[in-house]
């Protein structure tokens, strides 16, 4: 069974600086890997799709990255910004299950100006 | 912009009562799914549809059904509600069976009271 974790729930920065957001799955089965941003009150806008022949994928000032066999995902995100601040959740595909997605709790990223 | 739009925004139903959500879709994307997001938590498969029949399922109880029609759009209905079903509820497509990025809506929000 697929369960997708991501540390740190919260994290605070000042605008600028580099940061890694961790994604952690149980199943390393998996054909892609996903990453959405989410602002407040709002739906999931998609972020990075990486597929699983890939090891990363980068969209701008975000790169994302994929190790299968360590069963982690990060997304870096470059020089942040204020309207960086959102929650950013990853979301892997559960095992033989066609589409579902099976999502992390989430990080919380404020960026202080 | 993601062509994905629901209906309506935000309500409020007393416990016990029933509620229909609505979701349209892009033109050709012929797979819809529907999540739960309580506050604080990662979006919650609820069940998925695939050219008019449902074709996978979360753990939800038989009183959230759901309905998806030739033009693209979907319903998502919620008999005898409870007070922990106040959340946003998602809708998704995508423009095939899986494996391909996942557009969502903004989501509406249902307050049980």
């Known amino acids: 069974k697929q369960e997708v974790t991501q540390i740190p729930a919260a994290l605070s920065v000042p605008e600028g600086e580099n940061l890694v957001l961790n994604c952690s799955f149980t199943d390393s089965a998996i054909y892609n890997l996903q990453w959405f941003r989410q602002d407040p009150g709002k739906g999931l806008t998609s972020l990075l799709l990486i597929q699983s022949s890939q090891r990363e994928q980068t969209s701008g000032r975000l790169n994302a990255s994929l190790d299968k066999s360590s069963g982690r995902s990060t997304l870096y995100i470059a020089a942040s910004q204020p309207g960086d601040s959102a929650t950013y959740l990853c979301a892997a595909p559960a095992y033989n299950q066609g589409g579902k997605l099976i999502f992390g709790q989430g990080t919380e990223l404020s960026v202080k100006p | 912009e993601t062509g994905v739009t629901q209906s309506p925004t935000h309500l409020i139903k007393t416990r016990g009562q029933q509620v229909t959500l609505r979701c349209s879709s892009q033109s050709g994307h012929n797979t819809v799914s529907w999540y739960q997001q309580a506050l604080g938590q990662g979006p919650q498969f609820i069940f998925q549809?695939?050219?008019?029949?449902?074709?996978g399922r979360g753990n939800f109880p038989p009183r959230f059904s759901g309905l998806q029609f030739p033009n693209y759009s979907s319903e998502l209905n919620v008999n005898a509600l409870e007070l922990d079903d106040s959340a946003l509820y998602l809708c998704a497509s995508r423009p095939s069976y899986s494996g391909n990025t996942i557009y969502f809506g903004e989501g509406s929000w249902l307050t049980v009271v």
């Open positions: 549809y695939y050219r008019e029949e449902e074709n």
